[in-house]
């Protein structure tokens, strides 16, 4: 929803905010989710789906839509068998072992709140993985359009009972770290000279430790919380990083970079203000925590400066965000999607996007 | 009342919630006085984060009641007795 029509939706029920208004923004909040999921049919039923929560109100947003949508109440109930994983980066912002186990602490309660199976991971796991997760694994064969309407029609005769239960959430208890990993991970993170590169290098272990999360879980799918307003500030700064060849798989709906495990962006439909006025009006829980570029500068990193000049231009001139977006991630194409695959063409050993060296082709 | 969330409140020491008694004047508050009588009593670190000018830093939305405060007259509107204010960083975070 566009923030003029947020805004004339708001302005037709008249303040105070009526009980007409939420109900009617809650629907429509809760529709757009499932819309973009129907939509593009890549999740099939029965399908284990990680989603990655990082406490902040995103990515607590799509939880949230996840337990609405999954229960026995919902209208068009969705149909996937979720878990949550969340990184604990406290050792790249230098926070003692005790605030970590605070925020530990205070999500590990909203995910045990939700019922679904969830993976506290903390960053340093990152310099553990195997090779492995440094390469694209072959993906299941292609499924043309009809197998989704079959497999929907198969779960709903089945009354989804040939399909894996939701799992029993495991005991977690808060994993311990060596003290000489999180040093291993500073002196990696301090080694890098600007802060647009450490923030693009967390975004790199970050992914690695996801994929390889769902790898060993057994997830097929892995969801991310990027809201329209984050992926527009990203694609902007894609291109600002050299990355404007990878626009597609970075911003758009589906990433299937990693071949196995499919990357879906579920909120990127939704501006950071309508997730922020949903979170508040539905009490959404979600924790603050502070990320390598809280309280810099505008001028501190490209990410820092794109995100501010986004938002400051969205102030007066609200279709921004929409514009940026729009315009441009819907009608991006991978270039190499055909080319990849049995031949392999050369990618990038820290994204595994392909390469785009090429030059004067 | 005054609420700061989604990472503002990161400026004022960690403090969510404030109940504000404003001073009595002769004409009612508005909410550009508002803003800088929080910058001068409430407002912890960084002005820079939370103001802009006479308004708010944009990414920071802002509540009047539950209603955003651009139908409300934005810096116009006069605060009444009992209204609930809340600012939202919507940059912090996904």
């Given amino acids: 929803?566009?923030?003029?029509?947020?805004?004339?939706?708001?302005?037709?029920?008249?303040?105070?905010?009526?009980?007409?208004?939420?109900?009617?923004?809650?629907?429509?909040?809760?529709?757009?989710?499932?819309?973009?999921?129907?939509?593009?049919?890549?999740?099939?039923?029965?399908?284990?789906?990680?989603?990655?929560?990082?406490?902040?109100?995103?990515?607590?947003?799509?939880?949230?839509?996840?337990?609405?949508?999954?229960?026995?109440?919902?209208?068009?109930?969705?149909?996937?068998?979720?878990?949550?994983?969340?990184?604990?980066?406290?050792?790249?912002?230098?926070?003692?072992?005790?605030?970590?186990?605070?925020?530990?602490?205070?999500?590990?309660?909203?995910?045990?709140?939700?019922?679904?199976?969830?993976?506290?991971?903390?960053?340093?796991?990152?310099?553990?993985?195997?090779?492995?997760?440094?390469?694209?694994?072959?993906?299941?064969?292609?499924?043309?359009?009809?197998?989704?309407?079959?497999?929907?029609?198969?779960?709903?005769?089945?009354?989804?009972?040939?399909?894996?239960?939701?799992?029993?959430?495991?005991?977690?208890?808060?994993?311990?770290?060596?003290?000489?990993?999180?040093?291993?991970?500073?002196?990696?993170?301090?080694?890098?000279?600007?802060?647009?590169?450490?923030?693009?290098?967390?975004?790199?272990?970050?992914?690695?430790?996801?994929?390889?999360?769902?790898?060993?879980?057994?997830?097929?799918?892995?969801?991310?919380?990027?809201?329209?307003?984050?992926?527009?500030?990203?694609?902007?700064?894609?291109?600002?990083?050299?990355?404007?060849?990878?626009?597609?798989?970075?911003t758009g709906f589906s990433d299937s970079r990693y071949g196995d495990i499919i990357l879906v962006r579920p909120m990127r439909d939704y501006s950071a203000k309508e997730v922020a006025y949903y979170n508040h009006l539905f009490t959404v829980p979600y924790v603050v925590i502070p990320s390598v570029d809280t309280k810099t500068v505008d001028k501190a990193s490209i990410q820092r400066l794109t995100e501010s000049f986004v938002t400051k231009l969205q102030t007066d001139f609200p279709s921004t965000v929409s514009t940026i977006y729009r315009l441009t991630s819907e009608k991006l194409q991978t270039a190499c999607r055909k080319r990849s695959g049995a031949d392999g063409c050369d990618r990038c050993l820290l994204c595994l996007c392909s390469l785009d060296t090429a030059v004067g082709e | 009342m005054c609420t700061h969330g989604g990472g503002a409140e990161l400026l004022f020491n960690g403090v969510k919630k404030h109940h504000v008694t404003l001073p009595s004047q002769s004409e009612p508050w508005d909410m550009k006085q508002l803003l800088v009588w929080i910058q001068r009593n409430l407002l912890k670190e960084r002005p820079e984060l939370f103001v802009q000018g006479d308004s708010v830093r944009p990414g920071i939305l802002v509540l009047i009641n539950d209603a955003d405060w651009e139908l409300m007259g934005e810096l116009d509107y006069q605060l009444q007795d009992q209204d609930n204010v809340v600012f939202i960083s919507t940059l912090h975070g996904g």
């Fill in chain 1, 1 to 250: 929803m566009s923030c003029e029509v947020l805004a004339c939706l708001q302005w037709l029920c008249s303040h105070p905010v009526p009980v007409s208004f939420r109900l009617c923004f809650k629907d429509f909040f809760i529709h757009k989710f499932k819309a973009v999921l129907g939509k593009n049919r890549i999740i099939f039923p029965g399908e284990k789906v990680l989603l990655a929560v990082s406490g902040g109100p995103s990515s607590c947003s799509m939880l949230r839509q996840v337990q609405e949508g999954l229960s026995q109440k919902a209208n068009k109930k969705l149909r996937f068998v979720p878990g949550v994983a969340f990184i604990d980066e406290g050792a790249a912002i230098g926070q003692s072992v005790e605030e970590r186990q605070r925020t530990v602490a205070e999500l590990q309660a909203v995910f045990q709140a939700t019922g679904f199976p969830f993976y506290i991971l903390p960053l340093e796991q990152v310099l553990d993985l195997p090779a492995s997760v440094v390469a694209t694994n072959p993906s299941p064969s292609e499924q043309p359009a009809s197998a989704y309407k079959a497999a929907v029609h198969h779960f709903v005769e089945t009354d989804g009972s040939n399909f894996p239960r939701p799992q029993e959430p495991k005991k977690t208890l808060l994993p311990r770290v060596q003290e000489s990993h999180t040093l291993m991970l500073q002196q990696l993170l301090g080694s890098v000279k600007t802060l647009t590169a450490r923030e693009e290098l967390l975004n790199t272990l970050r992914q690695h430790l996801l994929v390889h999360t769902a790898r060993t879980e057994g997830y097929s799918k892995l969801m991310l919380g990027d809201s329209c307003t984050r992926l527009a500030v990203k694609l902007l700064t894609s291109i600002s990083l050299g990355r404007g060849a990878q626009l597609a798989q970075d």
